[in-house]
């Protein structure tokens, strides 16, 4: 079984300033990660995933992500945030075998104001 | 490319009522589906999911049903609705590709209220 756990419920920054969600994971098996955002009464949309090949993970919108294995962590960051960016981000993780489903982190609200 | 799809958007229900909640996809064959409630600070539990025509997998123990008819249709019921069924609703899809590698895509969800 894999778990998440997203450390800051909430996040509030300036528009234009750096931001980082922190994401760390656990599991026994080979993890799949994801990003996932969701803006105000909508579905959750992909920002970024990491499957294989290189940690560092470019998605939409100017964020990325990387995967640190000895850290068990897949921190969200964007050098300078938009208002705009003002939404709930959910760190997700899939293991690599096929009775793994995808388990979703609490998410972490990104709270930016100019 | 894909769509998916879910009605209502938004749905005020007594309590004891039935519930229909239905989810379709376009532009993909033999999807897994999944069902998940996303009540508020608590982030997103997996209710359901669907490998294929007529197989249900449940997560957790409910009053809540799912049910997949035809390929890319997953409907999630319920015979007597509870105040604790109130969440959000997502629908989500995915294709798995090589090995276990599987990206779960979204719908733009259902609002329940139960009163």
């Known amino acids: 079984a894999q778990s998440v756990t997203q450390l800051d419920s909430q996040v509030p920054v300036f528009e234009e300033a750096p931001v980082e969600l922190r994401c760390n994971y656990s599991?026994?098996?080979?993890?799949?990660l994801f990003w996932y955002v969701q803006y105000p009464n909508q579905g959750l949309q992909l920002l970024l995933k990491y499957l294989s090949g290189s940690t560092l993970v470019k998605g939409i919108n100017g964020f990325e992500a990387e995967f640190n294995k000895s850290q068990t962590s897949f921190h969200l960051r964007k050098p300078s945030v938009h208002i705009s960016d003002t939404a709930e981000y959910f760190c997700a993780v899939r293991g690599n075998s096929g009775y793994s489903t995808l388990t979703f982190g609490k998410g972490t609200m990104l709270l930016v104001s100019p | 490319s894909q769509t998916i799809h879910q009605w209502p958007a938004t749905l005020v229900q007594p309590v004891g009522s039935p519930l229909s909640l239905e989810c379709t996809v376009e532009?993909?064959?033999?999807?897994?589906l999944y069902w998940y409630r996303q009540a508020a600070g608590r982030g997103l539990q997996l209710l359901f999911y669907s490998v294929g025509i007529g197989q249900i997998s449940s997560e957790v123990p409910q009053n809540l049903s799912a049910s997949r008819p035809q390929d890319r249709q997953f409907i999630l019921s319920s015979k007597k609705l509870l105040l604790s069924d109130s969440g959000f609703y997502l629908c989500?899809?995915?294709?798995?590709?090589?090995?276990?590698?599987?990206?779960?895509?979204f719908g733009p969800g259902t609002r329940l209220l139960v009163l």
């Open positions: 532009g993909t064959s033999n999807p897994n």
């Open positions: 989500a899809w995915s294709v798995l590709i090589s090995g276990y590698q599987e990206t779960q895509y």
């Open positions: 599991s026994s098996v080979s993890v799949y």
